[in-house]
């Protein structure tokens, strides 16, 4: 985990569907188990979540970075593509899965819009699905998963 910014309790983010406060809203990123990057409307990395299990490593130096510079540069001309077809509004979701180092890595982008559908920028948002591939039947009872010790 990251070290968390404390502020007073006060401060909170009313959403139209409740509030939360800003430790909330961090520890909800937190054990999110996806990982979340936001690239605002100039192109610039602006978030990213910092789970403990992030399938692509992020340093906080991205933080302001344009997002192309994110990226291998055998991919730059997709990751310029999305973005260009997001907010010339043909596309807003774009998705993408891959093999990596063993795991099975689900990779989606959506376009942010805001009421008027204007564009607000790019949600990524990656998960590794491996887990998940191999489920198999049902579990109606509970179980928890941990190691065995």
Sequence with gaps: ???AVKLPPAQAVQFPSGTLSFE???GLFQTLPVDLTF???DDRVAFFSEGPDRVFARSRAVIGREVKHCHPPKSVHIVE???ADFKAG???VAEFWIDLHGKFVHIRYFAVRDAAGAYLGTLEVTQDLTRLRALEGERRLLEYDRPQT
């Design 90 to 92: 043909r596309e807003s």
């Design 81 to 83: 593509r999305i973005v």
């Design 1 to 3: 985990m990251t070290d």
């Design 39 to 41: 690239v605002d409307r």
């Design 24 to 26: 909330q809203l961090l």
